[in-house]
């Protein structure tokens, strides 16, 4: 008999997931659960085009109702996983019904972290994490409107480039002393510091938020550590996320900030598999695990999981890869900065055209291009290949990066 | 409406219906056409939508940005009439276009 496969998690990961399945030839039954009443759907563009109201509901969806029809993939929406059984190989939902496995996949996700301060309960305060918050906070978003964003990471500094757009005015709130301080380099977090501030962003650095004050059940102000109090109509709070990783914690699956997986995206269970946002996976290429939050890794680990259930080649190993579009500003990154010891910058800040590579001696280990497709392009395969440059050939743009190698 | 025959690196043909004002890679997406990968969900910043456009069509589908042409520059296997597929609108014009696609996207 073939496989039933069951799929937790209705996101970018789990419909693809489903997808690669049938791509790849299985005949078994699919079930794919998802917690929220939606389809898959794209999140990427909630920051960014559909917030502008540059894309609608219906592009965000990545594949229409008739495509699980038509290739038989279960759906059940607004429905919640409770527990995994995996003695018995079959997970429970809220509602009581019991749901069998031959293998499991869980693409769960992650959730907003939770910012620790009174006051994030009053309306008027969002975090951005699903279609649903989104809704919420652009219907906040009018010319005018006294906009804080908590947090100066990618979800906070692309809202902070939608709003504008749509001439709200905004003060971003960041406790590190740059913006972007988890996952960017220094030169990058400068340009876009400057590039926001001149287009009207307004920045609080190195302050934390204490409270969110409130009247009438509505928030009105931002309070922060030294005392500064800052009024404002809505509030974003955008400080990280969390992996959604409770439930296979309890099935007894080892998790460590993300459920461990092996690279054909396995768990320590041969039938459990997690995907995406959740997992805690290895990264050869830089020789340890990671918890990666991106869509690239959640489609690679989905198609190992469909590779590793259906016996199909295995996909090529990805060098990890990210992207942000803010205002006219295209940033595209390739790499992690692991053990880096110089930069090297290609190009002229000032121009909005150029990128930095993080160097270990001669080997580029992250490029972050803004505005420079071949410097990312060329740099992701320069890097995957383990390939030395010459350091004085990529600091000048004049060579081709075609010609950097040694 | 177009009609878009999109052909895989092994000679599967699949035929299927795609709206206007959708992209070339958004149809083979939600028509579950194995090849087009899309990782970047069409914002021109992955080059894994690769497609080659049949010679007849080639004018039709116009030529490639500034932006797509590096993307493209160093993408594998690149021919002459390669083109990132989510940088192809659908109109009736393109009704019959036949793409090509590449043995891999990475």
Known sequence: ?406 | MAKITYIEHGGTEHAVDVRNGLSVMEGAIKNNVPGIDADCGGACACATCHVYVDEAWREKTGSASAMEESMLDFAQNVEPNSRLSCQIRVTDALDGLIVRLPEDQH
């Open chain 1, 1 to 406: 008999m073939a496989t039933r496969v069951v799929i937790v998690g209705a996101g970018h990961a789990g419909g693809s997931a489903a997808a690669f399945l049938r791509q790849y030839g299985h005949e078994g039954s699919i079930t794919l659960i998802g917690d929220e009443p939606h389809l898959p759907y794209q999140r990427p563009p909630l920051s960014k085009a559909w917030l502008k109201g540059e894309a609608t509901e219906d592009d965000l969806q990545l594949r229409p109702a008739s495509f699980y029809e038509e290739q038989s993939v279960a759906v059940r929406l607004s429905a919640s996983v409770q527990s995994i059984d995996r003695a018995a190989r079959q997970v429970r939902l809220n509602d009581g019904a019991a749901i069998p496995y031959g293998k499991l996949i869980l693409a769960m996700g992650a959730r907003a972290r939770p910012l620790p301060a009174p006051g994030v309960e009053l309306q008027g305060v969002h975090y951005l994490r699903t279609a649903g918050d989104a809704e919420g906070i652009k219907s906040e978003l009018v010319p005018g409107r006294r906009l804080i964003i908590v947090g100066g990471g990618y979800v906070g500094l692309e809202v902070a480039a939608s709003a504008r757009a749509l001439g709200a005015e905004v003060t971003v709130i960041e406790r590190e002393p740059r913006l972007l301080a988890r996952v960017a380099g220094e030169a990058l977090s400068g340009f876009f510091h400057r590039y926001h501030g001149e287009r009207g962003v307004r920045f609080v650095l190195g302050g934390s938020v204490t409270a969110i004050d409130g009247q009438d059940g509505r928030c009105c102000a931002v309070i922060l550590d030294h005392g500064e109090r800052l009024p404002c109509d809505s509030v974003l709070i955008g400080v990280g996320a969390l992996p959604n990783q409770e439930l296979a914690q309890a099935a007894g699956l080892p998790c460590q900030d993300g459920v461990i997986v092996n690279e054909q995206a396995r768990t320590e269970d041969p039938d459990i598999y997690a995907i995406g946002d959740m997992t805690r996976r290895p990264l050869p290429l830089y020789g340890r695990t990671i918890r990666l939050e991106s869509v690239p890794s959640a489609l690679e680990q989905a198609k190992q999981a469909a590779a590793d259930i259906t016996g199909h080649k295995p996909p090529a190993p990805e060098t990890p890869w990210f992207w942000s579009d803010q205002y006219d500003l295209k940033l595209q990154i390739a790499g992690l900065p692991f053990d880096v010891d110089g930069l090297i910058v290609r190009g002229d800040p000032s121009s909005a055209r150029f990128a930095v590579f993080q160097m270990q001696g001669d080997l580029i280990q992250a490029v972050e291009a803004v505005n420079s497709p071949a410097e990312f392009m060329g740099g992701r395969l320069l890097i995957g290949a383990r390939r030395p440059v010459s350091r004085e050939k990529l600091a000048d743009p004049a060579v081709s990066m075609k010609e950097v190698g040694v």
